[in-house]
């Protein structure tokens, strides 16, 4: 059974740093694309950051320069490293793990967790 879990999560001054990190277990991501979601209440859920599995990275404007994305394929799991942390950065983050070339397409999602940002 595939399980995906966050951590790291948690309140942080506005400006400063949180680093989220992803575990994946029962299922070899070596082949998937690893991914960063975010929503907001009310909110749709929308892909923040993304890397692909010859780790190519992409980031929605609004994050690039302050999230990096990264990927360990031996430990399994992918991280997120966010710094200059702004008040509209606070939402409930998840960690995708997907392959949409698979018929059907074989999506993981964790529970996800609660970055709160405090001005």
């Known amino acids: 059974q595939v399980q995906v879990v966050e951590s790291g999560g948690g309140l942080v001054q506005l400006g400063g740093s949180l680093e989220l990190s992803c575990t994946v277990t029962?299922?070899?991501?070596?082949?998937?694309?690893m991914a960063w979601w975010r929503q907001d209440p009310g909110k749709q859920r929308e892909v923040i950051a993304r890397?692909?599995?010859?780790?190519?990275?992409y980031y929605i404007p609004s994050v690039k320069g302050r999230f990096t994305i990264s990927r360990d394929n031996v430990r399994s799991t992918v991280d997120l490293r966010m710094n200059s942390l702004k008040p509209e950065d606070a939402a409930v983050y998840y960690c995708?793990?997907?392959?949409?070339?698979?018929?059907?397409?074989?999506?993981?999602w964790g529970q996800g967790i609660q970055v709160t940002v405090a001005s």
């Open positions: 029962g299922l070899d991501v070596t082949t998937y694309e």
């Open positions: 995708n793990i997907n392959k949409l070339t698979s018929f059907p397409p074989d999506i993981y």
């Open positions: 890397i692909s599995s010859d780790g190519t990275r």
